[in-house]
């Protein structure tokens, strides 16, 4: 059963700390989103990866932070020096970017606390 | 650097009634696409739209593209109330194989 998981479905952090959201996909996609979304608006890009060991900053890269070791796994670190954290938090993947459809996870509603 | 803009904002209407929302973007794209998002959840992809095509169909939707007016168009015919959810248009732009740009989406409400 292909998909893609986001976890947890509910996060807080406390004001100073780091967090860790987690995407796997099994679709053996090559590019992987993050993106964040405010309250009636749109997706902003936070990340990209095309490809194991390389991903480039999206429009509000600053105060976060990602890795891509394995082809199935992008998480995303919300760092304390991302001032204004509280939002959903969506994960994406592709096979050809945005060639093609892109697979969205379920999301993580991340509450500074 | 958002470049599709939804039209309406919001949209209420009643069951069994259509629903056109429309978007537009500011330079030229690869494809199109429109996207669905219940109320806290994820998006699901509904249509892909190349820019050398004009109209797609998928069960009750409908989607058109003119590219001299830089603009797309969904059509939900026979509404259900199922349908109630937010629409996203994303554009991908030619200059770059990976990027989706997003728009803020219309807000479409069926009424039973």
């Known amino acids: 059963d292909g998909g893609i998981t986001q976890s947890p479905k509910y996060l807080f952090r406390k004001e100073g700390q780091n967090v860790t959201l987690s995407c796997e996909q099994n679709?053996?996609?090559?590019?992987m989103y993050w993106y964040r979304q405010d309250p009636g608006q749109g997706l902003r890009l936070i990340y990209y990866s095309q490809i194991v060991n390389d991903f480039q900053k999206g429009d509000i890269a600053e105060g976060y932070s990602v890795s891509r070791e394995k082809k199935e796994s992008f998480p995303l670190t919300v760092t304390s020096a991302q001032k204004n954290p509280t939002a959903f938090y969506l994960c994406?993947?592709?096979?050809?970017?945005?060639?093609?459809?892109?697979?969205f996870g379920q999301g993580t509603r991340l509450t500074v606390v | 650097s958002q470049q599709g803009e939804e039209d309406p904002q919001a949209l209420s209407i009643q069951e069994g009634e259509n629903a056109t929302m429309n978007c537009s973007y500011k330079t030229s794209i690869n494809n199109l696409q429109w996207y669905r998002q219940n109320s806290g959840r994820g998006l699901v992809h509904l249509i892909l739209i190349r820019s050398n095509e004009r109209e797609k169909h998928s069960g009750r939707l409908r989607v058109t593209l003119d590219t001299s007016k830089k603009s797309s168009s969904l059509l939900i015919t026979a509404s259900r109330a199922a349908d109630t959810a937010s629409y996203f248009c994303?554009?991908?732009?030619?200059?770059?194989?990976?990027?989706?740009?997003w728009g803020a989406g219309t807000k479409l409400i069926i009424k039973p």
């Open positions: 679709l053996n996609h090559d590019a």
């Open positions: 994303a554009t991908s732009p030619p200059d770059s194989n990976y990027q989706l740009i």
């Open positions: 994406a993947s592709s096979s050809a970017g945005g060639r093609t459809e892109a697979f």
